[in-house]
C-alpha cells in the first residue's frame, strides 16, 4: 500500500501544483463526520506478542511495513521481521517457540495452535534477509520473544 500510495501521491502533487499556478485549483472542505484519527504507534505496538494467531501475527507485520517494522527478541537481542507467510500446520507447542528452521524459513508456534514463517528477518546489526540463510541461529526448540535485561 505505501508503494502504491507513493506514486498516486507524487503524481497528485505535480497535478495538484499544475492547477494551482494556473488558479483552476478548488479548495474541498473536508467532511469532519466521515475524517477518522490515526494516532502515532507505540514502540510497543511493534512487538509480537506470540500468543496471538499466526494470521494476526501476519497482519501486524504487514502493517509496520516499510516502518517502523515488527520486531521479536532471540538471544536477548531484536530481530526485526519484515516477512512472514502462515503455516497450514498446526502445533501444541507453546507459543513462541521454533518448530522448525529449514530452508523454507523459521516456523514458529503461536497462539490458538498455529504457525508462522518467518520469511525475511534482520538480526540486530545486520542487514535484512531471508530467514532461511539463519537456520542455524534458531535451532528447533528454541524460545523467542523474550527480552532478558
Known sequence: M???LSTVGAALV?????DIEAGTAKAVPQNHD??????NIKREQEVLDWNKPAM????????MRPWPVAYTVANN???????TSISAESTEKSPGEVIAANKNGIFVACGQGTVLCLDVIQPAGKT???ASHLVQSFPEGMKIGDLHE
Open 14 to 18: 505535480v497535478e495538484t501544483i499544475a
Open 34 to 39: 466521515l475524517a477518522t484519527f490515526a494516532p
Open 77 to 83: 537481542k531484536r530481530v526485526k521481521v519484515w516477512e
Open 2 to 4: 505505501h508503494d502504491k
Open 56 to 63: 494476526a501475527l501476519h497482519n501486524q507485520v504487514r502493517g
Open 128 to 130: 535484512a534477509m531471508s
